[in-house]
């Protein structure tokens, strides 16, 4: 078992130190319009970017090529926790700012990747995508692929963060200024937790080790077996979907009460008005 520590890897670092960057400056022009981005929204964005850095920087990431449970852990921070925060951090108008004009407006040029973006992030398209990406990393092919090489890790790290962004761009609507309570985010939410849990009852119920080439004997090294491994890692992931579930369950109840209240309120001021 090798010495695990702290990561310090220089492109990870610039990755998020420049998102760093961009967010308070976007923030500072803002209010310099007359606009000051609430003080959740912002921290809602450096919890994201704190959680992919500790995904990535931590020793979670040496131990993920020792453990597959900490490889989950890994995964589950990237694109579990910290996508949803990030978009929640980017909500309007900060996202309009949030690259400088001469990259944004290139950008915006582009029609068809414009297109496409919104075509891949409907519900109906997203969902499988998602379900796509998540399963098919997991294939051994893939997954041990990942393992073998910096490049192809990266690359998975990056698709599992975008796959998620996908999924619950619908549900954050990040280009609204208020998050609307609509009861329909409920059932698809579900449906996308419930699609991934799947998988994570598959390591759980397995008896024998997925990728038993690689964490056979490192697994041991830290004192679990590895079907052990394997069943925490599952666990992680069951636990999870069923924490997030069950918050946004709540959570899109309890804003469909605020928007009724909300709406009932407004008839009755235009009513007495009227």
Not at 128 to 134: G, K, Q, R, S
Not at 182 to 210: D, H, N, Q
């Amino acid at each position: 078992m090798g010495a695990v520590g702290f990561s310090f890897d220089p492109a990870v670092i610039a990755l998020l130190l420049g998102a760093t960057t961009l967010y308070v400056r976007a923030v500072r022009v803002l209010a310099g319009r007359g606009y000051e981005v609430p003080l959740r929204q912002q921290t809602a964005w450096h919890a994201g970017v704190g959680l992919v850095a500790v995904g990535l920087l931590s020793p979670i990431d040496g131990l993920g090529e020792e453990l597959l449970s900490a490889h989950m852990a890994q995964h589950l921070l990237i694109a579990d926790l910290a996508a949803p925060l990030l978009l929640i951090g980017i909500r309007t108008p900060v996202y309009a700012f949030l690259l400088p004009r001469p990259v944004l407006v290139p950008l915006a040029r582009r029609t068809g990747l414009r297109r496409a973006f919104r075509w891949l992030r409907r519900p109906l398209v997203a969902v499988p995508a998602w379900i796509l990406i998540l399963y098919g990393w997991h294939f051994s092919f893939a997954f041990e692929a990942a393992l073998r090489s910096p490049l192809v890790h990266a690359l998975q790290h990056q698709s599992f963060l975008f796959g998620a962004v996908l999924v619950w761009w619908s549900v954050i609507e990040p280009r609204r200024r208020r998050l609307p309570g609509e009861l329909w985010k409920v059932p698809y939410l579900l449906g996308a937790r419930v699609s991934g849990m799947f998988l994570g009852m598959a390591f759980i119920l397995l008896r024998t080790p997925a990728y038993e080439g690689f964490y056979g004997r490192t697994a041991r090294d830290h004192g679990l077996s590895p079907l052990t491994d394997q069943q925490v890692a599952g666990g992680m992931m069951l636990g999870l979907d069923l924490l997030v579930m069950l918050f946004c369950v709540g959570f899109f109840f309890y804003r469909s009460a605020q928007d009724d209240e909300r709406a009932g309120r407004g008839e009755r001021a235009a009513a007495v008005s009227g």
